[in-house]
C-alpha cells in the first residue's frame, strides 16, 4: 500500500510538473508587449509666416514631412505678405517663411532661399461679366483710366471699377512688371486699393463692373462669383502657370535665417526634404 501510494505521488508530481511546464510555454509564446517608440527629436510644433501666393506649395509640402515625421506640426498658415515673412523669420518670431517675389536688395542679407517653384497673378471679374480675356494693353488702358466701360472690350456695357493689391504687395509688383514694364504707372482716379486676398474676392464678387489682381491658388480656383481672364489669349489655369505659357509670373521660396545656429534641427530636416526627391515630387504634383 505505502509503495503505491508513493508511485501515486510520483505520477501526480509529475504531472503537475508537465503542466507547470506546459503553461509556461504557452505564455514564452505568446503576443510580446511592443517596444517603447523612441522619441522622434524633431517633434515639436513650428511657426510658418508668408504670403497668400506660396501657400498652396507650402502646404502640401508641410502636410507631406508631417506624414513622414507625425510629431512635427506646423502652424501659422495666414497670408501676411511677402515683406511680413522676411522680417519675422529674421526675426525669429517665424521658424521659417514663405515670399512669392525675389528678395529686395536690403533683405539678401537677412534670409537664405529654397525655391518651391512659382505662381500666376490673375486679372478676375464678376461670374456676371461676359468677358473672357484681355489683352495686355487693354488691362493697362483700364488701370490707368484710358478705358472705362466694359463694353469697349467685350463685356457688359458699364463701368469698369478696377481694384488693386495695396503696395508692396508681391501681387501688385509682379502686375506692374507685366504690365507695364516695370515702371510707377499713374492709376486712374477711380481705382480703389484692397489689402489682401480676401477683400478682393470680396469686392470682385459684390460689383458687376469689378476687376481685380489675384495669386492663383486653391482659394481663388474655387471661389464663387469670379471668374479668371485669359491674357493675350492664354488662360489663367494651374496647367498653363506649370508650362510658362501663362507669363505673369512669379517666383516661390521658402526663406530661412542665415545664421545656421538659429535655425532649429526639425526646419533643417524639412529644407532637406524640400530639396531633396520627395520634396521635389509633392511640388511636381500640384
Sequence with gaps: MRLASREGNRVAIRIAAI????????????????????????????VLRGGGGALDAVTALASAFSTIHPSVQFQGFEDV???????????????????????????VSQVLTVSIGRSGTALAVNASNL????????????????????NDVGGNAGRIRPFLRESGSAVRSTF????????????????????????????????????GMLSMTAQV????????????????????VANGTYRVLRPLYLVYNPDPSKVKPAM??????????????????L
Excluded at 480675356?133 to 488701370?143: R, S
Design 81 to 107: 505678405g511677402s515683406d511680413a515673412a522676411v522680417k519675422l523669420t529674421a526675426s525669429g518670431e517665424a521658424d521659417l517663411g514663405f515670399i512669392s517675389r525675389e528678395l529686395r536688395p536690403g533683405e
Design 131 to 150: 468677358l473672357q480675356g484681355l489683352t495686355k494693353d487693354q488691362v493697362a488702358q483700364i488701370y490707368t483710366g484710358a478705358i472705362t466701360d466694359w
Design 176 to 211: 506692374e512688371a507685366y504690365f507695364f514694364g516695370g515702371t510707377k504707372p499713374v492709376y486712374g482716379k477711380i481705382v480703389a486699393d484692397v489689402n489682401d486676398a480676401n477683400e478682393t474676392l470680396k469686392a470682385i464678387s459684390s460689383f458687376n463692373g469689378a476687376v
Design 221 to 240: 480656383y474655387g471661389a464663387q462669383g469670379i471668374r479668371l481672364l485669359a491674357i493675350d489669349g492664354i488662360s489663367a489655369t494651374r496647367a498653363n
Design 268 to 285: 533643417k530636416e524639412f529644407l532637406d526634404f524640400v530639396r531633396g526627391p520627395a520634396g521635389r515630387d509633392v511640388l511636381a504634383g
Design 19 to 46: 503542466a507547470i511546464g506546459a503553461l509556461l510555454l504557452g505564455s514564452s509564446c505568446g503576443p510580446t508587449a511592443p517596444a517603447p517608440r523612441t522619441p522622434d527629436p524633431l517633434a515639436g510644433t513650428y
